[in-house]
T-cell receptor, first 114, second 115 residues
């Protein structure tokens, strides 16, 4: 079974500042995908960013970017220019090709302060 | 933009009762999933479904649970005899068969409260 670890239960950041969320995972496989999902107070799960393990280039989506270190099995999320609407729980998730399921970390609650 | 929908948004039921949670996946998606999230905990995989059969299920998905695609649009999760510990948020998700088939899109969830 794949395990996903998010070691930071809570993070707080000032509006317009940058925050980085950590995620590590454990797998012996080579072909997999990694995701960050955002869950605001409404509890809807929103896909923020994705990374294919076979790609060396780090994914970027507007203010969100990742630092993917395959050898270290690390997949951190950086939120730049934080906005109040970024306040949410953020989940790191792992998907093994042909495994049909996402494995989630425990989540990190991010609070953006005005 | 197409989205996954779920009904009801909140369901309250008494212990021992049967509940059916409904989902309408994105129309050109053929893989379907149920996940649950107990309050304050992480999201857990329950079951995946493709071509009218279960592809994979977790240990949580015991004989009390079943899934069905009764028609061309709905995907349902049935809990036969609810227990207090079934109280959770239940998320439906779907993904495509080609291209970025690994991307799962989630519905807004159904909050199930068992009293």
């Amino acid at each position: 079974a794949q395990t996903v670890t998010q070691s930071q239960p809570e993070m707080s950041v000032q509006e317009a500042e940058t925050v980085t969320l950590s995620c590590t995972y454990d797998t012996s496989e080579n072909n997999y995908y990694l995701f960050w999902y955002k869950q605001p107070p409404s509890r809807q799960m929103i896909l923020v960013i994705r990374q294919e393990a076979y790609k060396q280039q780090n994914a970027t989506e507007n203010r969100f970017s990742v630092n993917f270190q395959k050898a270290a099995k690390s997949f951190s999320l950086k939120i730049s220019d934080s906005q109040l609407g970024d306040t949410a729980m953020y989940f790191c998730a792992f998907y093994l090709s042909n495994d049909y399921k996402l494995s989630f970390g425990a989540g990190t609650t991010v609070t953006v302060r005005a | 933009e197409p989205e996954v929908t779920q009904t009801p948004s909140h369901q309250v039921t008494q212990m021992g009762q049967e509940v059916i949670l409904r989902c309408v996946p994105i129309s050109n998606h053929l893989y379907f999933y149920w996940y649950r999230q107990i309050l304050g905990q992480k999201v857990e995989f329950l079951v995946s479904f493709y071509n009218n059969e279960i592809s994979e299920k977790s240990e949580i998905f015991d004989d009390q649970f079943s899934v069905e695609r009764p028609d061309g649009s709905n995907f349902t999760l049935k809990i036969r005899s609810t227990k207090l510990e079934d109280s959770a948020m239940y998320f439906c998700a779907s993904s495509r068969t080609s291209g970025r088939s690994y991307e799962q899109y989630f519905g807004p969830g159904t909050r199930l409260t068992v009293t």
